[in-house]
């Protein structure tokens, strides 16, 4: 009954964040192409990302996600090109993705660029009736016993403004959000990101980077991450993000409490060689 009533929660928790929310990141922070196109190019070198997150550790049908990513920019840096995979599994649900970004980057100043991007690809949503175990030994009518999958071609569409002091950027996700053909499958609501960060020097070995990412469907309360990081010795980042919801709209139930989705994260960072970084984070709900 215990594993029961544990599956029963994490699928109405699946439902909910199907609808309502995209797939959960901390690392975003050291590659923002995952949530916008427009990053595209920013760093004007071939740069791949290759992350994995596991939520509520140690519990069956728990969410983990993959991603990888790889973008660069042509020799006049005036476009960004990228790719980036997403698997997001949580319980019987799945999401796949895949989408290719482009970004134009107009020169406003020496420092100063501003890009505009484009990316498009496919999503697959899947619902495995085999994995809902109700415990009863007749087959429940109401459940497909195989898998159930959508396949969607999906958009997303963004700006991105950096100088080499602070950078902003505001994107939207999941344009095409109308339900297919199965109503078993649920489909995410569109999705608006808005980010922002300045790095300043401290001292000659120490650097200071804070930064926010605010996400927002109209549907729930809004997502707000207060980031906050130090580079040593250009060798290492330690940090942290604090993740709270705000009560911007009232276009959610009131059954919503916002203090029980309050969590922090620990986040490391490591140059293994100038061209290879190792980062670990570790989140902490507070409720």
């Known amino acids: 009954m215990r594993k ?3 599956l029963l929660v994490l699928l ?12 959960q990141y901390t690392q975003y922070i050291f590659n ?4 916008n196109p427009a990053y595209a190019g920013s760093k004007e070198i071939i740069n ?4 994995h997150r596991s939520q509520w550790v140690g519990i069956e049908g728990a969410p983990t996600t993959q991603t990888f990513s790889v973008d660069g920019s042509s020799r006049s840096g005036l476009l960004g090109f990228g790719l980036n995979a997403m698997n997001d599994e949580l319980g019987a649900q799945r999401q796949m993705g895949l989408h290719g970004n482009l970004a134009v980057r107009l020169r406003m100043s020496e420092t100063a660029k501003l890009a505009l991007g484009f990316a498009a690809g496919l999503a697959q949503y899947t619902l495995d009736g085999s994995k809902l175990n109700t415990g009863n030994t007749r087959p429940d009518q109401a459940i497909n016993p195989g898998k159930v999958s959508e396949l969607m071609p999906d958009f997303r569409i963004g700006a991105f403004f950096n100088t080499e002091r602070f950078y902003t950027g505001l994107s939207v996700a999941n344009l095409v959000n109308t339900g297919g053909d199965n109503p078993e499958v649920t489909m995410p609501n569109r999705h608006y990101f808005l980010s922002a960060g300045y790095v300043m020097d401290l001292s000659s070995t120490l650097i200071f980077k804070p930064s926010f990412l605010v996400k927002e469907d109209f549907n ?3 997502s707000l991450d207060l980031n ?9 980042w330690l940090g942290g993000s604090y993740r709270t919801a705000v009560k911007v709209h009232n276009n959610f139930s009131d ?3 916002l203090d029980r989705r309050n969590a922090w994260a620990a986040i490391a960072q490591l140059y293994v060689t100038p061209k290879l970084r190792l980062g670990y984070s570790y989140d902490v709900s507070l409720n």
């Open 4 to 6: 029961l009533g544990v």
């Open 12 to 23: 109405l928790l699946s439902w909910e964040g199907y609808a309502q929310q995209a797939p």
């Open 32 to 35: 923002e192409l995952i949530i």
């Open 48 to 51: 791949a990302n290759l992350t």
């Open 220 to 222: 729930s309360p809004t």
């Open 228 to 236: 906050a990081f130090f580079l040593l010795g250009e060798r290492i």
């Open 255 to 257: 059954e919503y409490e």
